[in-house]
Nanobody
Framework: QVRLVESGGGSVQTGGSLSVSCAAS??????????RGWFRQAPGKERERVAY????????YYIDSVKGRFTLSEDNAKNTMYLQMNNLRPEDTAMYYC?????????????????WGQGTRVTVSS
């Protein structure tokens, strides 16, 4: 069983910065081997994979719309990952969810990791 607890988020104007964090408060011995990252879901839109990291390659993947603006990082000693979001845009407004699971659950047209955080809201006003 893996329990992910999110914090951070909030409201900011266009061009501002926010960060969200995700701590694994409960985890199994397999957790370090999971791909871990972030999804978001804007009102009226489908869930979107934003960024994730493969523990083997250690190179984060980002969707094109956030490349150069968002940075995924981890503190493995704390089992915590972060998403630093800079130069935010109104279209970044969404609920942000961290997730973790076998890497095969992260690929394809409909990625579906098993373990999810509770979600945290990010609102960007113009």
């Amino acid at each position: 069983q893996v329990r992910l607890v999110e914090s951070g988020g909030g409201s900011v104007q266009t061009g501002g910065s926010l960060s969200v964090s995700c701590a694994a408060s409960e985890y199994t011995y397999t957790y370090p081997f999971y791909c871990r990252g972030w999804f978001r879901q804007a009102p009226g839109k489908e869930r979107e994979r934003v960024a994730y990291i493969n523990p083997v390659g250690k190179t984060p993947y980002y969707i094109d719309s956030v490349k150069g603006r968002f940075t995924l990082s981890e503190d493995n000693a704390k089992n915590t990952m972060y998403l630093q979001m800079n130069n935010l845009r109104p279209e970044d407004t969404a609920m942000y969810y961290c997730a973790a699971d076998d890497c095969q659950k992260w690929i394809g047209a409909n990625p579906s990791p098993t373990y999810w955080g509770q979600g945290t809201r990010v609102t960007v006003s113009s």
